[in-house]
Each structure stands twice: as C-alpha cells, then as structure tokens.
C-alpha cells in the first residue's frame, strides 16, 4: 500500500464550471491555466476546458506544448515576451501576447524576422503592476497600429479590488476613457468580475480561479455561485493517539489537552503542500468535520477526534475539495484558496 494522501482532479467539475462562466457571459472566454493550471496540470486542464475560447499562461515553452497537443484556440501570454529572440517562435506558434511595456514595444522593432503577431495591449488602470497608465496608452496604440509586426490588437486592463468592497469603477472609467477612441476587442474581467460586474465583460472574460471550483469572493460560496471543487485533497489516519489531560501534541507543543482526547495523525503535511501556518483548520473524517490541532509537521498533521469515536486507523480525510471548502481552510492560513491549490507540490499523486 502506498502512503495514503491523494489530490482527486475532477475534470468533470472544470467542464461544468466552464458552463458557469459561459451563462454568465456572451463575452468569448480565456481561461487562465497560469501556474499549471492552478496547480491541476496544465494538460488535463486544458483538455478539460476545451470547449473555451482561449487560454492565458505565462510560459512560452507551457504554450507550445499545448499547441503541439494540437489545441487552436487562441494561446495568450499573460507577460508578453521577454527578449526579442522569443518573436519568431511566437510568430511560429500563433501565440498571442500581451504587450505591457515601452521595452517590449523596443523589442518588437529590433526583430527583424518575426512574422505577424495579435497583441493585447495591457493598460494600468490602479493596480500597478503591468501596462501603460492612461496617459502613455495613445503612443503606445499608434506604435502598434503602425507597426509591421503587428497583426490585430486587443486592449485590456486587469482589476485590482474586483472582489472587494471598492469593486471596479475607477479603473473601469479609466479604461473605458482610454478605450474609446479604438474599434478594438476589450478584456477586463478576471472571475469576480465576470460574476459580479457584467459591464466588464467586453469582448474577452478571464476566469481563473472559479474555473477550479472555487470562490473569488470572501463572502459568497463557491456553491451558492454553482460552482465544483475541481480538486480534492485527501489522505488517511495512520496513527491514533490517546491523550490525558495535559499531553502535549506535536513540534512546538502548540497543543496541550484540556482533558483526556483522542487525536488522529494524517498522512499529510506541508511537504505535501498543506500549509504549515494553519491552525485549527477544518477537515472532514469520514465525512465529519473536525479540525487540525498543533502544528502542521512535514509529512504529517494532527486531527482532533473527541467528537468522532468510530474513526480509526485508515479514516478518510479530506483537506480541501469535496465538501470541505478550500477557502475556508485557505483562511484558517491568513491566505486565499488560489495559493493553497498552486502550492500542491508533485510527491502527490494525482487520481483523475
Ligand atoms: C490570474 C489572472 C486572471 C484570473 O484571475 P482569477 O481571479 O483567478 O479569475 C485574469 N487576468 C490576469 C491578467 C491574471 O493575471
């Protein structure tokens, strides 16, 4: 028997919540499969998710792959290229990218062998991370416009508050603003905003996060959206321990017994990617929620069973997935589901 922790992929979950997305919208869908899929595989995923318009990643060598497995759909790199030697393969997978900088435009004039390229000219509308502010969006419009390089261009702006409180507004006027002179396809809209703000949604939506089954709002459940866990992780008791008043649990002794317990140790730990910071996070044994006590070791973790006498040896525990959000155990760790899902590390074997 091999050691008992597993991540489940359910490729079916991806297809439906894929569906999710589409009802919400008549804006053409781009998944974003960045960081291997959000840590569900980069090829499952996309097979997965066939039925999308296009797929957003980072790595050029991830796009061609997925270009060599033989998918036609519109391939965008989420941070354009990098150096100029990068065009002609671009050019040569039909790879679309985005442009987000006055260097990248430099790079695009120094090639002299690139074929014809789609670009998504990216503008900064607050969050400060890639793009041209409002101001430098017309020079860089005209540039691309002009250039021989250059087939058809999109403009797009990413939110950085779609999900809070202060939504999208500001950005969404600026961009709009710097928009209006162009007949070109508009792309705004990660999950929060395809789900919440249907004025974002233009010509291209960019669901990541919901495609996985998960919530993109602190408030709101990934089942009151519709949406499936697309990934479940789970693993098994190995041991049980019968603690007196006063036993001590784990490194550290975060945990001293109150009173005469029993605890389970699961086969899962932060090698595994669970994250170590998490305290008193909520599992299911055998169905039945319980939650983490101590800290989190490399390879294992505790769980609390005083409420649970039937579990034993060989119980099922689920981390995160099917029935157990993986945002609630995402806040347990002062962090959000999107981190938890990329940070499964490759010692766990993937069931489909
Ligand atoms: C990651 C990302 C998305 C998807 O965001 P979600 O919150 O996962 O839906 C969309 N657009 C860009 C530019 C991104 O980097």
């Known amino acids: 028997m091999a050691r008992p922790i597993q991540a489940h992929i359910d490729l079916s979950a991806l297809e439906s919540n894929l569906q999710v997305a589409r009802r919400a919208t008549s804006a053409r869908i781009m998944s974003v499969i960045k960081a291997d899929g959000y840590g569900h595989g980069l090829l499952r995923v996309t097979e997965a998710l066939a039925a999308t318009d296009g797929y957003a990643l ?3 060598q991830d796009a061609i792959r997925l ?27 039909d790879l679309t990218c985005v442009i987000h ?8 004039d120094a090639c002299q062998k690139n074929g014809k390229l789609d670009v998504w000219l990216k503008v900064n509308t607050g969050m400060n991370r890639l793009g041209f502010v409002p101001p430098q969006v017309a020079q860089a419009m005209d540039q691309l416009r002009r250039h021989r390089a250059v087939r058809d261009i999109t403009l797009m702006t990413h939110f950085a508050n779609a ?18 002179p162009y007949r070109v396809a508009r792309s705004l809209a990660n999950s929060a905003a395809l789900l919440r703000y249907p004025e974002t949604h233009g010509d291209w939506a960019r669901p990541g996060i919901m495609l996985y089954g998960a919530s993109p709002f602190a408030g709101v459940s990934a089942q009151q959206l519709g949406l499936k866990p697309a990934m479940t992780l789970s693993s098994r008791i190995i041991a049980i321990q019968e603690l007196r008043a006063g036993d001590e649990v784990g490194y550290g002794a975060l945990f001293r017994a109150g009173h005469a317990m029993r605890i389970g140790v699961v086969a899962c730990g932060y090698a595994d990617g669970y994250p170590r910071i ?8 055998d169905g039945q ?6 800290r989190v070791s490399m390879d294992m973790l505790y769980v609390d069973l005083s409420a ?7 119980s099922r525990v689920v981390l995160w997935g099917e029935g157990m959000p993986i945002e609630e155990v995402a806040r347990t760790a002062g962090t959000i589901s999107y981190e938890l899902m990329c940070a499964l590390t490759a010692r766990v074997p993937i069931k489909l």
């Open 58 to 60: 980072l790595d050029i």
């Open 308 to 314: 649970l006498p039937q579990a034993e040896v060989g």
């Open 163 to 180: 999900d809070q409180e202060r939504g999208i507004a500001e950005p969404l006027a600026l961009f709009n603003d710097v928009a209006t």
């Open 289 to 294: 929620r319980s939650r983490t006590l101590g």
């Open 278 to 285: 998490a305290m008193n996070a909520p599992v299911l044994v």
């Open 101 to 108: 900088s006055a260097a990248q435009i430099a790079m695009l």
């Open 67 to 93: 270009r060599e497995a033989g998918f036609r759909q519109t391939i965008l790199l989420l941070e354009g290229f990098f150096s100029a030697e990068e065009l002609p393969v671009i050019a040569e997978y």
